[in-house]
């Protein structure tokens, strides 16, 4: 009898035992799913980098590039018959387009440095001079360092709206769409080799440079973007019109003309457009955290956040979305850039937490060596 009490309780051991194994095989290939990241392969970061290329890089050249050819054509539906519904068709391109660069130039790395696009396509504010002296002289050079003022989204900025009357200066100065022709030719031209070099041999040598070691495709992403959301997010944005330099620095004396998009602003009596142009460069970079899965419903696709989720870091993956959601606050509740340092707060607030956050757990040197969060 006490033997057979034995055998049973044994068993029932073997019936526990056996039923806790299904069970972590049953979750384990749950969590294998569609997009789901392999959490025991910390060190492979292949399945990261194949999404961030796939559904967040490329889909953002694309959609520019597309952007800019219907950008170009506008132009010269313009040119050809100058008149107020063209002029609101190439406005709305030109619309189209800048939100479209503001993706694209967020991955200012590799292909996208390498051909300046960030340099020759949206330096403001516009050296209005210089401009007007290029297209006097009809000498065009879009890639040259001495017509980076007099280039790009800001010189469309200020042919279209710098005047109340538009439709009377291209009139009345035919240079002006001879040189609005060769600008968008221009800005479509850089935007095809980007989209072919994104899809073409780079994106496999994007994917094949893993790891988190300095040089690797995830250690130039991450800082190359951050970098870019200090210097033209945060600074040039914002920073600069509310007379902010950094977290750190003294106030500098606030300059509204500094703002992009700066005519249209003044045209529009508001700077809507503008805090447009913020809110779809900060969308890209939560883009590029959640791996295109912006919906944030289920972890489908592996972004940033799945990465620290599968390590057990969801306090910061929470902090990072918490984030994301004020900036998005800020920037709805102004119809100016200028004013009140709320907005520029909010978006150095991500930059602390990426820095001194999630920078070290997943083991990725800041570029400036010391992940303090500044």
Request: glycine share 6%.
């Amino acid at each position: 009898m006490q033997i057979s009490k034995m055998i049973v309780v044994k068993f029932k051991r073997f019936q526990a035992l056996l039923l806790s194994v299904l069970l972590a095989c049953f979750i384990t290939s749950c969590d294998n799913g569609e997009g789901a990241l392999d959490l025991n392969g910390q060190d492979n970061h292949t399945e990261l980098l194949t999404n961030q290329v796939n559904n967040v890089i490329i889909p953002s050249i694309s959609n520019y590039q597309d952007a800019t050819e219907t950008l170009y054509l506008s132009a010269n539906n313009f040119c050809n018959s100058i008149n107020d519904s063209n002029l609101n068709s190439f406005r709305d391109a030109y619309h189209n387009t800048y939100k479209s660069f503001q993706s694209a130039a967020l991955h200012n790395y590799y292909a996208n440095v390498n051909y300046d696009l960030v340099n020759t396509t949206n330096l403001f504010p516009i050296d209005t001079l210089l401009l007007k002296n290029i297209i006097i002289s009809s000498t065009y050079n879009f890639s040259s360092e001495s017509q980076k003022r007099a280039n790009g989204f800001p010189a469309i900025d200020y042919l279209i709206y710098s005047s109340q009357n538009s439709i009377s200066t291209f009139v009345s100065d035919e240079k002006k769409c001879s040189y609005l022709l060769k600008l968008t030719e221009s800005i479509k031209n850089k935007a095809t080799q980007l989209d072919e070099m994104w899809s073409g041999s780079l994106k496999e040598n994007f994917v094949s440079n893993d790891g988190v070691e300095i040089g690797s495709s995830i250690h130039v992403q991450l800082n190359s973007a951050l970098s870019y959301y200090e210097d033209h997010i945060r600074e040039n944005k914002v920073g600069l019109p509310i007379g902010r330099v950094g977290p750190l620095d003294s106030p500098i004396e606030p300059d509204p003309t500094k703002i992009e998009a700066y005519y249209q602003s003044k045209y529009n009596g508001n700077d809507l457009f503008a805090l447009s142009l913020v809110k779809e460069s900060i969308q890209e970079m939560e883009d590029l955290y959640l791996g295109g899965n912006t919906s944030r419903d289920d972890l489908i696709n592996s972004g940033y956040d799945r990465l620290l989720i599968s390590r057990g870091h969801t306090e910061v993956d929470s902090d990072i979305k918490s984030q994301f959601d004020l900036i998005y606050t800020k920037i709805d509740e102004r119809t100016s850039i200028t004013g009140s340092t709320d907005l520029y707060d909010a978006i150095q607030g991500l930059i602390t937490i990426l820095k001194s956050d999630m920078f070290p757990l997943l083991n990725i040197q800041d570029a400036d060596g010391k992940n303090d969060g500044d």
